[in-house]
Nanobody, 115 residues
Framework: QVQVVESGGGLVQAGGSLTLSCAASRSFFSISAINWHRQAPGKQRDLVATITRGGSTYYANSVKGRFTISRDGGKDTVYLQMNSLQPEDTGVYYC?????????WGQGTQVTVSS
């Protein structure tokens, strides 16, 4: 089991920025990818962004050009820089670590964007 801890959520006004952090208990050498998902009330949990061990990235269309995912291997931490936040970005953001056949989830961090 890879322990995953998210942080950085909070309340921000529309147009503002937040940076989320995902800290893993194991070296990125053992992790194939880190995903960020979000879940708004009454909606499905959807993939927001992905970064692989090799550095490839993926973004959902709804966040392209506004969100940036990056990795600090020395700290075993992945960041999600969120700019130009909109109310529809509101939700619980979850970090998901993939290693071998396993997928470990953090507890989530709440992001609320007010208009």
């Amino acid at each position: 089991q890879v322990q995953v801890v998210e942080s950085g959520g909070g309340l921000v006004q529309a147009g503002g920025s937040l940076t989320l952090s995902c800290a893993a208990s194991r070296s990125f050498f053992s992790i194939s990818a880190i995903n960020w998902h979000r879940q708004a009330p009454g909606k499905q949990r959807d993939l927001v962004a992905t970064i692989t061990r090799g550095g490839s990235t993926y973004y959902a269309n709804s966040v392209k050009g506004r969100f940036t995912i990056s990795r600090d291997g020395g700290k075993d931490t992945v960041y999600l820089q969120m700019n130009s936040l909109q109310p529809e970005d509101t939700g619980v953001y979850y970090c998901n670590a993939l290693w071998g056949p396993n997928a470990d989830w953090g507890q989530g961090t709440q992001v609320t964007v007010s208009s």
